[in-house]
């Protein structure tokens, strides 16, 4: 497996995929799902985040205890999918700035097509963190990805929940300098651009458009 890719193995993450890959599962519980499994990657791909000691005083003394060290951070959900783990992020992270892509997949050809880019103004000062439950050919997330890096930011990291082997190898391959954090790594796309055996339309199951 290559390093930069983290796939999440914690039982709580997995138990909670299962039933999100499930079909008979309503949108109503596929989004508080998709918000729970975002908040327990969040937790894990923060892990690296620098502290430093600060000095406070309890109701008892003076004493010195950890902040997280002056890290700005940004989430950008590729819309729409990406929007059903953004307030997962923002409740663990409340000063976190929110950007938003939109991207939609060309159901042909597969490539994406972009329709709406606003990053907050700072985001050159800011670690990104960009979201999107599918990393399926990949295209979405590298285009995305290109995007942010246009504008500098500090570092990106990328937090999806199921990918593809096909994305992660196009992904790595464009932009070898992000890491990717999942749940899970499936077989396969299908011959239509879906991951097998996947979950089938993120956005569709999120927003209940289908
Ligand atoms: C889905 C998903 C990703 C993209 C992944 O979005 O949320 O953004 O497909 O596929 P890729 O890796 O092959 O690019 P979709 O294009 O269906 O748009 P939507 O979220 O607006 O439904
Ligand atoms: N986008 C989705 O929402 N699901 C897939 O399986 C592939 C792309």
């Given at each position: 497996?290559?390093?930069?890719?983290?796939?999440?193995?914690?039982?709580?993450?997995?138990?909670?995929?299962?039933?999100?890959?499930?079909?008979?599962?309503?949108?109503?519980?596929?989004?508080?799902?998709?918000?729970?499994?975002?908040?327990?990657?969040?937790?894990?791909?923060?892990?690296?985040?620098?502290l430093e000691e600060v000095e406070i005083e309890t109701p008892i003394?003076?004493?010195?205890?950890?902040?997280?060290?002056?890290?700005?951070?940004?989430?950008?959900?590729?819309?729409?999918?990406?929007?059903?783990?953004?307030?997962?992020?923002?409740?663990?992270?409340?000063?976190?700035?929110?950007?938003?892509?939109?991207?939609?997949?060309?159901?042909?050809?597969?490539?994406?097509?972009?329709?709406?880019c606003k990053l907050p103004k700072d985001i050159s000062e800011r670690?990104?963190?960009?979201?999107?439950?599918?990393?399926?050919?990949?295209?979405?997330?590298?285009?995305?990805?290109?995007?942010?890096?246009?504008?500098?930011?500090?570092?990106?990291?990328?937090?999806?929940?199921?990918?593809?082997?096909?994305?992660?190898?196009?992904?790595?391959?464009?932009?070898?300098?992000?890491?990717?954090?999942?749940?899970?790594?499936?077989?396969?796309?299908?011959?239509?651009?879906?991951?097998?055996?996947?979950?089938?339309?993120?956005?569709?199951?999120?927003?209940?458009?289908?």
């Amino acid at each position: 497996m290559n390093e930069n890719v983290t796939i999440f193995t914690h039982p709580l993450i997995q138990h909670k995929l299962s039933i999100l890959r499930d079909k008979n599962t309503s949108s109503k519980d596929f989004r508080a799902l998709v918000h729970e499994i975002a908040m327990l990657m969040c937790y894990e791909a923060t892990r690296d985040l620098p502290l430093e000691e600060v000095e406070i005083e309890t109701p008892i003394c003076k004493t010195t205890a950890k902040h997280i060290s002056g890290k700005k951070l940004a989430v950008v959900p590729i819309l729409r999918a990406g929007l059903g783990m953004v307030d997962a992020i923002s409740e663990l992270i409340p000063s976190v700035r929110i950007g938003h892509i939109g991207l939609y997949r060309d159901e042909e050809t597969l490539k994406p097509v972009e329709y709406y880019c606003k990053l907050p103004k700072d985001i050159s000062e800011r670690d990104v963190i960009v979201v999107d439950p599918m990393l399926a050919t990949g295209g979405s997330a590298i285009d995305a990805v290109s995007q942010i890096k246009l504008r500098n930011p500090r570092s990106i990291r990328f937090m999806g929940i199921i990918a593809a082997p096909e994305g992660i190898e196009a992904f790595t391959k464009a932009h070898p300098d992000v890491k990717i954090y999942c749940a899970a790594l499936d077989e396969k796309l299908n011959e239509v651009g879906y991951i097998v055996p996947g979950l089938g339309d993120a956005g569709d199951r999120i927003f209940g458009t289908k």
